[in-house]
């Protein structure tokens, strides 16, 4: 695991000093090693994490012939099938590391080599004959890839501190705000800043001698389905789906350093961390993370599952001084990041890297089996409970009720006329709130139309029914856009790498297509994936309520971090920004202070918005403008 940055200029020169000044930017992803290569117009830069081959796999590589140069952050875990292929087509290695492959296939195939790689990943390829840059991204968005065009060149990086050190303008995006009022988060391909990209999931881009760029996704998540699949049994499903699970599990144990798991007592960490024991003669070492507040805490169920495969298990304790981390959690994500899970996973990874190199997480089961509560909902049919004709008086009348009273926000989200808006208000920041909260150029357009084609790749056509909608949008917008954002930038911030067995494509492929009635259905959820894994389960598990990664702001902000919040959000600094409503921002302080609602989570984005502001040095003044 690694960070990587570099550039192509399309009239100068490279030199070394601005690629050395964006590693350094990012040398906590890579304390191990560094390397560069400087040519023509071209450099590239790496900060190395050293997991495989820890004596040769010195970066950036090159051919045999020093034409083709990569440098690469990620873990390919079928490399060596790669490999021996690509020997028997003539190339020769010389090294064992996965990184090496990464130039050969390049040679042999081109742009379309990437989607033979098994793993996680992003890279860069500088192509000397050509005069061409080539980056990559793997399919779930794992590993971050940023780039900016600017008018001398390309410059990407594996985070946005690096491509502040290159120079890049950091004039803020008000469109890709807006986007993170609506979700806690700025999805892809957008970022906070108007001349910074992600390369999407699952695509790669090239940047030719001419300046053009041309970009290419190369593989696609299939959609989830009503459909029984013919011929196929639920209990066929559940032992082939073990099977390719077990599967992926042992190929991400592959290591030549230390390795754990992160345990949270639920599902999808339980059934890693139980199959990663079934497949190892030695103890596995796991980390769980708790809180005072015992609605959040989960370490009696990781417990219950440490004791069961006897695991050398590690616990740590979370309390309210954590959110003291709240520079560094802006500092690490380069933009605003509203997911307040981000403190626990950063307290988890740093905890974790004390004895270990690599854990393996559960991240991806809800997406794919259906975990959340929200398909629950979309499946019992809660959200399209009031007739048609009825929901524009609805709408008057959730709009005639104060803020403060109950009953709201359901009634808004039943109003809604479309089935997608309804699973949006359910599940995200309600429209009526945004309304009143920010002022009016701030708000996205209403409905569901400005989302689809602002988030191109993830949303089906209306006819695949909500279900289907749903889950897709979950695994590709907001799984890519917030859950493994937060494990990579809060593992590698404490040099730590992070695998996820239930993303793996063939997995993921294998487990999209179910039908929803294998997923959702009875009040379960992931009923097919607990009958792949039940029976390795303690039973106590099964039954439990479903807790999520959450954290308890609610009750910190009314207690010992009040004062930290309140500070920061009416102060003029920020209120003169232009962006939110003052009277309504105090009022939504005020009821949460009193226990009439619990806004924490839209103080806790306004408050990681204001930090970010305050971070790249954007003046107290509306100028953020439109």
Known sequence: MCGIAGYMLLEEQAEPARVRAMCNAIRHRGPDDEGFYIGGPCALGIRRLSIIDLTSGH????????????????????????????????????????????????????????????????????????????????RFGKKPLYYAVLPQGLFFASEISALREAGTPLDPDPEALRLYFQFNYIPDPWSAFRAIRKVPAASW??????????????????????????????????ADLREKFDEAVRIRMLADVPLGAFLSGGIDSSSVVASMALQSPEPVKTFSIGFEEAAFNELPYAGLVARKYRTQHHEILVRPDAV????????????????????PMFLVSEFAARHVKVALSGDGGDELFGGYHSFLAVSQGRLDRLPGVLR????????WLPYSGYGKNYLRMLSRPSALERYFEFNYA??????????????????????????????????AGVLSQAMYFEATANLTGDMLVKVDRMSMAASLEVRCPLLDHELAEQASVLPHCWKVSQGRAKRILLKAVASRLPPELLTRRKMGFGVPLAEWFRGSLRDLLWDHLTAPRFLDRGIVSAPFLRRLLAEHQRGRRDNHQWLWSLLMLETW??????????????
Do not use: K
């Open 205 to 238: 881009l090239t940047y030719d001698a001419d300046g053009r760029v041309r970009q290419e996704a190369y593989w696609r998540l299939p959609a989830p389905s009503a459909e029984l699949p013919p011929g196929l049994t639920e209990e066929q499903a559940a």
């Open 430 to 463: 309600p429209y009526f709130l945004r309304q009143r909260l920010l002022q009016p150029e701030w708000m996205l357009p209403a409905g569901a139309g400005f989302l689809t084609r602002a988030l191109p790749g993830c949303f089906l056509p209306e006819d």
């Open 324 to 343: 003291s981390l709240v520079g560094r959690l802006v500092d690490h994500f380069g933009e605003p990041f509203g997911d307040a899970s981000a403190i």
């Open 613 to 626: 502001l305050q971070h790249i040095g954007q003046p107290a003044t509306p100028a953020l403008a439109l």
């Open 392 to 399: 524009r008086p609805v709408a008057r009348f959730a709009e």
């Open 59 to 138: 970066q950036p590589m090159a051919n045999e012939d020093r034409s083709v140069w990569v440098v690469f952050n990620g873990e390919i875990y079928n490399y060596r099938e790669l490999r021996a292929d690509l020997i028997a087509r003539g190339h020769t290695f010389q090294t064992n590391s996965d990184t090496e492959i990464l130039v050969h296939l390049y040679e042999q195939e081109g742009p379309a080599g990437v989607a033979r790689l098994r793993g996680m990943f992003s890279y860069a390829i500088w192509d000397e004959r050509r005069r061409r840059l080539f980056l990559a991204r793997d």
